[in-house]
């Protein structure tokens, strides 16, 4: 990209890494797909040569009956230029893809387009189609290097090179082979980056490489993909800044694929409780963003407490609520909740209806899609949800920690009060307790920092609600504050609440009074 002043290319690598580094954020993937027979992770090592960032790409994309196609690419060249034909690659190629269902296919029409994309000739890619069900791998090393097997016993090995060359070199063939794939066993994709922090750290690339695998199958289960693609490129960085992007994405068979959870709970609130922690369990071997989890678990508890207070209104006794997840063959999540009691509908579709209905827009607008069923025996709600296993991308041998649900907790910092945990129809009272609390019967000004609260359902919010118009008709008010990316703010921001981002925190805290 040539600059007034005469600047070399040098100078414009130098000037265009901020560009780059963000282009990357936005065009490489946030997640990977969610399987029941295969766990996949992946990372991306930023390089600390700005001039020769840019062109390392990777991606997954299901292919039903519980097939997963695994893909790590490399497009020529360097910054802006290498995102954007990168970029272009991945776009295609997942299209092919998702149309065809054959690596074959779609990497001779990724060639065909590349022939008429100069600056992305000579790029090379790999593309694994993992077959669980099968214990199999088909795929296809077009100029790229192979896949290394990791297997739960005995020495990793590298699988054979399919023989296919680069994209846009006109050999037009690309044929694929295909290996066994057991039990526990695990295949790593990885960039050319990889092989040279191995050349440097030992002389002999391949051999290091499957060295530093061996060394990560300490751990067992998901924890084996995870430590291939954190572990593993610092084990071969040791200290020393890798020049260029280092991507890697492995996927592991699972012995068993994972099972369905099935629940016959009583209709109370003690249910709300128990399906959160069997959901958790769950979801665990999934290992979902934060994001993902909170959605899903708040649609999930947005529904049960709709049970649990209108189903069986009327009613002497309590009813049932059943409860089942699973993990679909197109790596969605799909979760039914059911129960034998009457569905009232209601005419208002606004987003904080005063007739109730927003725990149902709340699930809505949380998944991907959600479905009523009304029956003289009952109501079935069903959701649809396509959760991602998140990403790891940094410069440096930092891992992303996980959100940890916790019991609520209250306590003041800098004059805020701060809640942690989940806030649902188990802890309403106790949120309108503190609420009035905070703000003396709603005659004082109060701020209420919901950063840290784990679960923020649709009572919680009508009880805000109901607090925040008791302050405004004594001429007070309530002020919510959420930290961007928080569970707190994914819901206030859905039901139109106000909020603002909080303040330098505070390293002062004290308990709540009271």
């Known amino acids: ?8 290319p040098g100078d414009d690598a130098q000037g265009d890494a901020p560009l780059v580094a963000a282009a990357l954020d936005v065009m490489l993937p946030k997640g990977l797909s969610i399987l029941a027979g295969v766990d996949l992770a992946a990372s991306c090592v930023v ?12 991606d997954s994309v299901p292919l039903g009956g519980g097939r997963v196609a695994a893909i790590v690419g490399d497009a020529p060249g360097t910054g802006l230029p ?22 074959q296919t779609a990497l001779i029409e990724l060639d065909a387009y590349t022939a008429r994309l100069p600056e992305a000739r000579a790029a090379t890619v790999v593309v694994a189609v993992l077959d669980p069900a099968a214990g199999e791998v088909t795929y ?13 016993g005995g020495e990793p090995r590298f699988l054979e090179p399919s023989g296919a060359g680069p994209l846009g070199w006109g050999s037009r063939s690309f044929p694929t082979l295909t290996a066994t794939w057991a039990a526990d066993e695990a295949l790593l994709l990885y960039s050319d980056g990889l092989l040279e922090s191995a050349a440097r750290a030992q002389g002999s690339a391949t051999v290091t490489l499957a060295a530093a695998a061996d060394v990560c199958r300490d751990v ?25 992007d280092l991507t890697l994405v492995a996927g592991r068979r699972r012995p068993e694929p994972l099972g369905d959870l099935q629940l016959d709970l009583p209709a109370t609130g003690e249910a709300l ?37 209108h189903a069986y209104s009327g009613r002497p006794t309590r009813g049932r609520v059943r409860l089942s997840a699973r993990v679909t063959d197109d790596a969605t999540v799909e979760v039914e909740v059911q129960d034998d009691g009457t569905w009232r509908p209601t005419d208002s579709h606004d987003l904080l209806p005063v007739d109730g209905g927003r725990g149902l827009n709340l699930a809505r607008l949380l998944t991907d899609q959600l479905q009523l069923i009304e029956g003289p025996e009952g109501t079935t709600v069903r959701l649809v949800f396509a959760p991602q296993r998140p990403v790891s991308m940094y410069a440096a041998p930092t891992l992303i920690q996980s959100r940890h649900r916790r019991a609520l907790k209250a306590e003041v910092r800098s004059g805020a009060l701060a809640l942690s945990g989940p806030l649902d129809l188990n802890v309403a009272d106790d949120l309108r ?14 701020e209420v920092d919901l950063s840290d609260v784990d679960v923020l359902d649709s009572i919680a919010v009508q009880v805000i609600l109901d607090a925040q118009q008791a302050s405004e008709g004594n001429g007070r008010s309530l002020t919510l504050v959420a930290a961007r990316g928080t569970p707190a703010q994914q819901v206030l921001d859905l039901v139109r609440l106000p909020y603002r981002a909080p303040s330098s925190p505070s390293s002062l805290t004290e308990d709540f009074p009271g």
């Open 433 to 446: 307790q503190l609420l009035g609390r905070a703000s003396l019967g709603s005659t004082r000004d109060a």
């Open 220 to 244: 067992t289960g998901v924890g084996l993909v995870d430590s291939l693609v954190r572990r593993l490129p610092m084990l071969l960085i040791d200290g020393h800044p890798n020049s260029n």
């Open 273 to 309: 409780i128990t399906a959160r922690g069997e959901l958790d369990a769950w979801l665990a071997p999934l290992v979902l963003s934060a994001i993902d989890a909170m959605s899903l678990q708040h649609a999930v508890g947005e529904l049960l407490a709709n049970v649990v207070q």
């Open 47 to 58: 390089g600390a040569d700005p001039k020769r960032r840019g062109g390392d790409w990777f």
């Open 140 to 152: 296809c090393t077009a100029g790229h290097p192979p896949p290394l097997v990791v297997p739960a």
């Open 82 to 103: 290498a995102v954007a034909a990168m970029s272009q690659l991945r776009s295609v190629l997942v299209a092919s893809l998702l149309r065809t269902g054959d690596p």
């Open 1 to 8: 990209m040539a600059r007034a002043g005469g600047s070399t």
